[in-house]
């Protein structure tokens, strides 16, 4: 729709208000909302001041109070005060002809498009797999298509280098070369590479268009073929076996084969969708790891189609398929498909909104591997780096469009030993997450540049170089943003577990790895660790090395950023002639980092003031607004004064020139005065209520409503007590790693109930002190105040009061562990012995792994039953009758 | 106490409900994809309960997620009180999601031991009977990961025990997948004991009584559980063992068959090659042997067995057997996993060599390559991969380019064995 154009910075896509921007158009761009009536009723109405209208339009309606009243409109004014009863009666006169577009389509048409951009918000199927490539050449270059222009509609084949300077985090040096680019008829969606020996085919699409493009290390890029599809296609997939093939899918439901220079075949058509109707048109086609198969997928599942069979009768072997693939959930859908060719001839990886699953195509519908992939949006688009080093592992990128998340999945075996997850999902830095790693920003230049790093993610891409992974990602607005991620190495652990055979791990990968030895670890400039002083340029040695460099991808000259700034965009940036020089306060990211970032913003900011240049803005006068008048002379001390205050940064506290202050009176005290007169004069005070209640306590009128109060009261408080003590043993271990065992030991003996009780009776608040290391603040409290949870029924008259120091002081000794920094090598146990046969899944149907089954997303199901609370209320009477018997922690 | 008195009052009940159906006055669009639901929604009156719970579920699932697992840790000390969430629709969730987190958790902190596993799991356990079977079966796993077989038995034989109200569908999988595990600790264990009476010459007569009664025990359990239509590739593997160990091949190749032939069970290329190799282990006839590894190759065409199915093809008299095998093998060289694999090269120039003696031979070789030979140059024989053949493996050059002409007569291939003049 057109005139959404011009709404460009109206963020809200509520399709509900489109009668805002409906109001919006016809106060902006009056002449296009009404221009045929205006011309024709034009000579009747005069919109000046009566006084000259005599002269020239003797016809003519005076209208000047009605457009002042009009011109107020600009502003929010309260429709009741203001109100114009002759523009009520034109309105009601004129109101169905004056629309050039008559306001019914115009609403419904507008809505429409609202319905779609909100969809589009939240997810984008069209962007399904990501407009961002690299194509490596050696160990240290690379190519790096990306799309570029204002409608990201430009191709760009650009060469960049990776530099290891010494043990400083890696960076991308995009300043080598000028990008070559092509520029487009349409936004690219998608780009989509294979290589073979070095030569690269490249194929991009667009909602209509697809194009292929080859190229090599020495060798320019130039396209081969270009073809316009009816339908708008969803998807290409360039053929990792053979140079120049190219899947193309489109909306139709058809599959291509294209074979660049020698034509299009169709090898699938479907009507429907797969499996079921998922009102649905989005298509995906992957290669497989035969080159005349392939991977033909919908919202619904996955097929694998061999060409050569005639595409009308093919029926295709379900690979995968939504509702028959265990533990799927309500409304799961497919959402990607990869050829995992690199890491695996024979396997797939499919993404859905809940979870990832491996698929071994030798061994259809039963995943090899599951996890939950955690992520909040929708993940479109994926990177898969295969396990270059022995004992490595695989790593899955997952990356979401609206929330530009990307998590981060490990798995290793798929051969010899079944695939097993290592880890568990692992979340990236978003470019979102940068602006607070950076020196903090003047408030209106933080928000321009927190907008644009908060538009949604178009692509996604990776690679390694030795033990580094670099992963790049584009936004919509045109930016690359890149982190380097590295091995970490534990400092004198041997990279094989000692304790190795006797343990066996079940194919069900159970358990997500506590034993991995080595890991990847984002670059963090993390304020929350204890060492935030520590930038990753000055990591201590090799073992902890932790370079987070979230850093924009440089094109070009630094002239060339991909700052587009699009007209639209026009917020009134008040003066901003300060140069940045308040940047070099050294905080967590490295020098170089930082210089980019800020030359990033710099070039944010012109774009953004030559994009404002244009556009008129309403400006306030503030001259002389707070100018003290000449004569005042104390007024000009004043001043004086302040501004030397404000030089050295302290108050200016009263002085002789202030004002003399005025007593406060003596507080009165209402304890001294006790007559019922000044009590009720006192409680009237406080309000009607206070007082109502308080002459009615008088009369007793309310001592049956008292007694039950203070009966409920006490029946909430056993509860809570009871409550408490079971979450307390949860807590337990993890403040405590004493043993169950010892507890119990103490129990019988006579001083160890007490330690239990005191321990039951800690409150959340107490607890919470003490991990705040409050430790003089958190001992006496037994004594004086009440913890929250315990009340004074329950403590037992005689309960002994010294055996509390010692609980005190071996609650006051935990804190200390649980600040420590984990650094000590985790927990390792030696690699599992399987008893599983090559390329067997690794788990059965039924029994997706419990641990990679939902943590987060699952919490709606509404299959449970009301629970049961069997042990809370076993237990509650008796402890509430006989309050010294402590119960075993886990006895029931 | 003022978050326990807005959890005790009546109006906290009802909460979820209104809330979770409409949102705001006005209906929000339905988005056409379902998305998956916000772990920490916030609701539209929500007691400062709740609310402290859902801002504490957010930092751990931030912590989680970064891995910072120690803070995680810290914050999941507080959030045990969520618990204390009397609704009802949310207490189940809930429980599960202080199970499931408590032993990621555990899993990554350095310092987490055996006992503080215990006590999440025997609190959870019993805190949720819904949830009672698959806790139990992690626990086991865990048990077992730190070497705890016995422990892990028990809490299997405990869980086999448990019956809860009726018996779902999912409760009676779950029954069947912890019976499948104990029979595999009983494999275990019975391993143990083999080992220790094969290294002991003196036997006792009890070690073997105990040792049998594990067999009995385990083969009961698996012999039903197999019947079940699934994926037991590890039980059967254990269950063949045991019964070779006691002499009774039949049954074990009967079990095998069932498993590989029938048709309820999914499809499973692996159930065919145990068959195969068990008939290997036992000298069966080469007959059979290539009768299993035709069902496999409809199966996977691109199998490591493959390779041994063209040469017991090759070997034996027939002489439609060679055109199989030439079939066999040019379909693995279909995929790519096998593209530069000399073996099956040299295999396949033995294989063309005799079809050429014979007068139709060429015939035959261009009926299996019409549907290739459009994609076939491409796909093996241009100069790149001439060069790459020549930088790794000489030997392979020499045998492709031998057989480039036979295979697609005709066309001017770049790929030859002579040094490419650049």
Not at chain 1, 143 to 149: A, Q, T
């Amino acid at each position: 729709m057109l005139l959404l154009t011009f709404q460009g910075h109206l963020t809200s896509t509520d399709p509900l208000d489109f009668l805002t921007h409906m109001q919006n158009f016809f106060m902006d761009n009056g002449p296009d909302a009404f221009g045929c009536m205006s011309e024709i009723l034009g000579d009747n109405f005069y919109f000046r001041k009566a006084k000259t209208k005599e002269k020239y339009r003797q016809q003519s309606v005076n209208m000047w109070k009605t457009k002042s009243y009009v011109d107020l409109l600009k502003y929010k004014i309260c429709p009741m005060t203001y109100r114009s009863k002759s523009l009520n009666k034109y309105c009601s006169l004129l109101s169905d002809v004056i629309h050039d577009i008559p306001p019914e389509l115009l609403g419904s048409l507008l809505y429409e498009e609202l319905v779609e951009q909100s969809d589009r918000a939240q997810f984008f199927e069209g962007a399904t797999g990501g407009a961002l490539a690299f194509v490596p050449f050696s160990q240290s270059e690379g190519c790096l298509l990306y799309p570029g222009g204002p409608g990201m509609d430009r191709l760009n084949f650009h060469k960049v280098a990776l530099q290891h300077p010494g043990e400083r985090p890696p960076c991308l040096d995009a300043s080598g070369s000028a990008p070559a680019s092509f520029q487009l008829k349409a936004a690219i969606r998608q780009i989509s590479c294979g290589s073979l020996f070095g030569d690269c085919c490249v194929a991009v699409r667009s909602d209509h268009l697809c194009g292929v493009w080859r190229f090599s290390e020495r060798r320019e890029p130039s396209l081969l073929q270009v073809v316009s599809t009816p339908a708008a296609a969803t998807c290409v997939s360039v053929s990792p076996h053979v140079l120049g093939e190219v899947l193309v899918a489109s909306e139709s439901g058809a599959a291509h084969l294209w074979r660049v220079g020698r034509g299009m075949q169709r090898v699938r058509a479907e009507e429907s969708n797969l499996y079921f109707n998922a009102k649905s048109s989005w298509r995906w086609c992957e290669f497989s790891a035969h080159p005349r198969v392939m991977l033909y997928a919908d919202k619904t599942g996955a097929e694998l189609t061999d060409f050569r069979v005639k595409a009308a009768m093919s029926a295709g072997h379900t690979l995968f398929r939504i509702s028959s693939t265990a533990d799927c959930q309500s409304g799961e859908r497919l959402l990607l498909c990869r050829y995992l060719g690199d890491a695996h001839a024979f396997h797939h990886l499919v993404t859905t909104q809940h979870s990832a699953y491996i698929m071994d195509e030798r061994f259809p519908c039963t995943p090899m591997l599951k996890w939950d992939h955690m992520m909040q949006a929708p993940p479109l688009f994926c990177h898969v780096e295969p396990d270059r080093a022995a004992g490595g592992t695989t790593k899955v990128l997952l990356g979401s469009q609206s929330s530009q998340e990307i998590t981060l999945l490990q798995y290793s075996g798929g051969r010899v030993e079944a695939c097993c997850s290592r880890g568990s999902p692992q979340v990236l830095l978003r470019p979102t997450d940068s602006l607070g790693r950076l020196p903090p920003q003047i408030p209106h230049r933080q928000k321009p540049a927190a907008d644009r790093l908060a538009s949604p993610a178009a692509g996604l891409t990776g690679f390694q170089v030795r033990d580094r992974l670099c992963v790049l990602q584009l936004t919509e607005a045109g930016d690359v943003f890149y982190q380097t991620m590295e091995r970490r190495r534990r400092g004198g652990e041997p990279p094989e577990a000692p304790e190795a055979a006797s343990d066996l791990r079940p194919p069900d990968v159970m358990e997500t790895s506590p034993w991995r030895h080595a890991h990847l670890r984002p670059a963090v400039c993390d304020t929350w660790s204890d060492e935030d002083v520590i930038g990753p340029t000055q990591a201590p040695g090799a073992q902890t090395v932790v370079p987070e460099t979230p850093e924009r991808e440089e094109s070009g000259e630094r002239g060339r950023l991909q700052v587009f700034i699009n007209d639209g965009t026009e917020e009134a940036s008040g003066g901003g002639e300060e140069a940045a020089e308040r940047r070099e306060a050294p905080v967590t990211a490295s020098s170089r980092t930082l210089h980019t970032w800020k030359v990033w913003l710099q070039k944010l900011r012109q774009a953004r003031q030559e994009a404002a240049h244009g556009a008129p803005r309403f400006s306030v006068q503030t001259r002389g607004l707070l100018h003290a008048s000449d004569g005042d002379a104390g007024g000009e001390e004043l001043r004086r004064r302040l501004k030397r205050r404000m030089w050295s940064r302290s108050l200016l506290l009263g002085t002789a020139a202030a004002v003399d202050p005025v007593p406060v009176p003596p507080l009165v005290d209402a304890e001294a005065w006790t007559d019922p007169v000044s009590a009720r004069l006192t409680v009237a005070w406080r309000g009607e209520d206070e007082w109502r209640a308080w002459w009615q306590d008088r009369q007793g009128l309310n001592r049956t409503t008292k007694m039950e109060a203070l009966r409920r009261k006490r029946r909430r408080e056993k509860e809570a007590r009871r409550a408490a003590r079971g979450h307390m043993e949860l807590t337990g271990s993890f403040t405590s790693s004493v043993s169950y065992q010892t507890e119990l030991d103490e129990l019988s003996g006579s001083t160890g109930w007490s330690s239990a009780a005191s321990q039951g009776a800690w409150s959340d608040g107490e607890l919470a002190a003490l991990l705040e290391g409050d430790h003089a603040a958190a001992a006496p409290h037994d004594e004086d105040v009440p913890p929250l949870t315990a009340t004074p029924q329950k403590e037992p008259p005689s309960r002994p009061t010294t055996p509390q120091t010692p609980t005190a002081n071996q609650r006051r000794g935990r804190p200390g562990w649980l600040y420590e920094t984990q650094d000590g090598p985790s927990q390792s146990s030696g690699p599992p012995l399987r008893p599983v046969a090559s390329s067997s899944s690794s788990q059965l149907p039924g029994s997706q792994p419990a641990s990679l089954r939902p943590t987060f997303s699952s919490l709606g199901d509404s299959q449970f039953l009301s629970p049961i609370r069997a042990s809370q209320s076993q237990r509650g009477p008796s402890q509430s009758s006989q309050p010294k018997k402590k119960k075993s922690r886990m006895g029931f | 106490m003022d978050a326990l008195d807005e959890l005790l009052g009546p109006p906290v009940d009802l909460e979820d409900e209104s809330d979770s159906s409409d949102n705001s006055s006005r209906k929000r669009h339905k988005s056409k994809l379902p998305l998956a639901k916000p772990l920490c929604a916030e609701g539209q009156t929500e007691s400062g309960f709740h609310k402290t719970c859902r801002t504490c579920l957010e930092h751990i699932r931030e912590a989680m997620l970064h891995h910072r697992w120690q803070e995680a840790a810290e914050y999941m000390v507080s959030y045990t009180q969520v618990l204390e969430d009397r609704n009802k629709g949310r207490a189940l969730p809930n429980k599960e999601l202080i199970w499931r987190i408590s032993t990621e958790i555990l899993h990554h902190l350095s310092h987490s031991t055996v006992k503080d596993y215990n006590i999440i799991y025997e609190r959870m356990k019993h805190s949720g009977v819904k949830h009672y079977l698959m806790i139990c079966l992690e626990h086991s796993f865990h048990l077992m990961l730190h070497g705890q077989i016995e422990g892990a038995k028990q809490q299997l034989s405990v869980a086999e025990s448990w019956r809860h109200g009726k018996v779902s569908s999912s409760q009676h999988q779950r029954h069947k997948l912890i019976q499948a595990y104990r029979s595999l600790l009983d494999y275990m264990i019975w391993c143990d004991k083999k080992s220790t009476l094969s290294t002991n010459n003196f036997v006792f007569d009890s070690d073997n009584q105990a040792m049998h009664t594990y067999f009995r025990h385990a083969s009961v359990n698996l012999q039903d559980i197999l019947k079940n239509p699934g994926i037991w590739d590890p039980f059967i593997l254990c269950y063949v063992e045991m019964l070779e160990f006691y002499g009774d091949n039949e049954e074990a190749l009967k079990v095998l068959n069932d498993y590989a032939y029938d048709n309820s069970f999914p499809p499973n290329p692996n159930a065919q090659v145990y068959v195969y190799q068990f008939l290997k282990r036992h000298n069966a006839p080469e007959k059979k042997l290539i009768k299993v590894l035709r069902n496999l190759q409809i199966l996977v065409p691109s199998h490591e067995l493959m390779l041994e199915y063209s040469y017991l093809l090759l070997q034996s008299e027939k002489t439609s057997d060679t055109e199989k095998a030439l079939g066999v093998l040019l379909e693995m060289l279909d995929f790519a996993c096998w593209r530069s694999n000399l073996d099956v090269w040299t295999c396949l120039k033995a294989v063309t060599h005799q079809l050429l003696l014979r007068e139709d031979g060429e015939m035959t070789v261009c009926k299996h390559m019409t549907l290739r030979k459009d994609w076939w140059p491409a796909l093996h024989f241009t100069s790149f991969h001439a060069e790459k053949d020549r930088e790794e493996s000489s030997k392979l050059l020499e045998v492709k380019a031998s057989l480039a002409e036979i295979l697609c007569p005709g066309r001017a291939l770049k790929y030859t064995a002579d040094e490419m003049p650049t």
